[in-house]
Each structure stands twice: as structure tokens, then as C-alpha cells.
């Protein structure tokens, strides 16, 4: 049926559940996980952020921090699906998640749904977006 899912992930407890959704899904079809995240450069909230241990400071990049939770989601869904693989991507999420899509192919997207309130209702959300333009299915993951 699926032979590649692809989860955008941004580290949040939305994102972890439909990670976890889209695993089962890949180990129920035999599927491959691609795990992604986006790395808005506008935006980098705490992306990029200087880090320490003791007295010496790391210079860690966006992507690197990206990358690391693409890893970590990925490493707690090792025992469900044997077949992932992890990428940052640059670009606003929705953006992001349909361009992986369209690069690897996919044949489904799994993403979060968070209930978006007042202005950001206004502006839709980045499952609606995904919903309106990827190039394949989209299965959105209640998680509130």
C-alpha cells in the first residue's frame, strides 16, 4: 500500500504522536519513515542558540539542532519500524514537509493536528497547508 511515509517532527508532543502513528503505520505496510524537520531560518526560536558545558561554549547550527531531533524521535521508534531515515530541510514547515514529499516521493504525509486558536485560526495551519498542496495523501493526527 505505502512504501514511503514521511513526518515532519519539530520536537513538541504533537509531532511525537504523529510520529509514533506514522511508525505504525510504516511497520503495518512495510513502509519506509522518513522523519524530517524544518528549519525556518525567520523564525529559529531556540535554533542556533549558544550552548555550554562548564566554561566552554558550543556554536551549534539550526540544522544541527534539526537534525538532532529527527534523530531522537527517531531512536524512540526503533523497535516499532526497522526502516527510517532522518533529514532537516530549510523553509516554513508546510512549505518544507511538501517539497521532502515531493523529493523522496512520498505516499503519505502524517502530520499533527494542534488546535489553532483566535489568529491563528485567520491563518490557517500547517496541516491545512500540507493538506492543500502535497503532492499525496495526508493523514492528520488528532493529538488534542
Not at 18 to 36: F, P, S, W, Y
Not at 42 to 49: C, D, I, Q, S, T
Not at 56 to 76: F, K, N, W, Y
Request: glycine share 10%; charged share 25%.
Amino acid at each position: 500500500m505505502f512504501q514511503t511515509i514521511l513526518v515532519g517532527v519539530d520536537g513538541s508532543d504533537t509531532s511525537r504522536k504523529a510520529a509514533q502513528v506514522a511508525a505504525e503505520l510504516a511497520a503495518a505496510t512495510g513502509a519506509r519513515l522518513h522523519i524530517m524537520t524544518a528549519i525556518d531560518e525567520k523564525v529559529r526560536e531556540n535554533l542556533g542558540e549558544d550552548r555550554y558545558v562548564g566554561d566552554v561554549r558550543l556554536q551549534t547550527t539550526p540544522g544541527d539542532q534539526a537534525e538532532a531531533i529527527a534523530r531522537d524521535v527517531a531512536g524512540s521508534l526503533k523497535g516499532i519500524v526497522a526502516d527510517i531515515q532522518t533529514s532537516p530541510a530549510r523553509g516554513k514547515p508546510a512549505d518544507a514537509i511538501v517539497t521532502v514529499a515531493q523529493d523522496i516521493r512520498a505516499d503519505l504525509i502524517v502530520v499533527g493536528n494542534r488546535r489553532v486558536q483566535g489568529i491563528g485560526r485567520i491563518l490557517g495551519s500547517v496541516a491545512t497547508d500540507i493538506a492543500h498542496h502535497a503532492p499525496c495523501d495526508v493523514y492528520i493526527v488528532k493529538t488534542v
